[in-house]
């Protein structure tokens, strides 16, 4: 398993931005999906955007145009921008790790099955 570490989290106004960062030390020669998720309270746990090896994004509509996850490799550090952020927003927001892909253009999902490696989580707050 890959060890995650989230950071970054905080409240911010509607429309204001936060980054999310996750030091995710990992084989550096194998490809992962990694992701964030995002579960608010009362709600299920849900899929923001993820990453494969080779760098190719998939957003989930309600985050598109608004958030952007990248990858500083030689760091092993995942980040979330997120920008124009809303209420709708405000959950707890996870870093997670899929096992080694057979391929770094491997397809990503947002199945929280997909994924066997998970950060503590950090907390979003957006106030209107």
């Known amino acids: 398993q890959v060890q995650l570490v989230e950071s970054g989290g905080g409240s911010v106004q509607s429309g204001g931005s936060l980054r999310l960062s996750c030091a995710a030390a990992r084989d550096p020669y194998s490809g992962y999906c990694m992701a964030w998720f995002r579960q608010a309270p009362g709600k299920e746990r849900e899929g923001v955007a993820t990453?494969?090896?080779?760098?190719?994004?998939w957003y989930s509509d309600s985050v598109k145009g608004r958030f952007t996850i990248a990858e500083d490799n030689a760091k092993q550090t995942l980040y979330l921008q997120m920008n124009d952020l809303r209420p709708g927003d405000t959950a707890m927001y996870y870093c997670a790790a899929s096992k080694p892909m057979d391929s770094w253009a491997a397809t990503c999902r947002f199945l929280s099955a997909d994924y066997n490696s998970w950060g503590q989580g950090t907390q979003v707050t957006v106030s209107s």
């Open positions: 990453m494969n090896g080779s760098g190719f994004a």
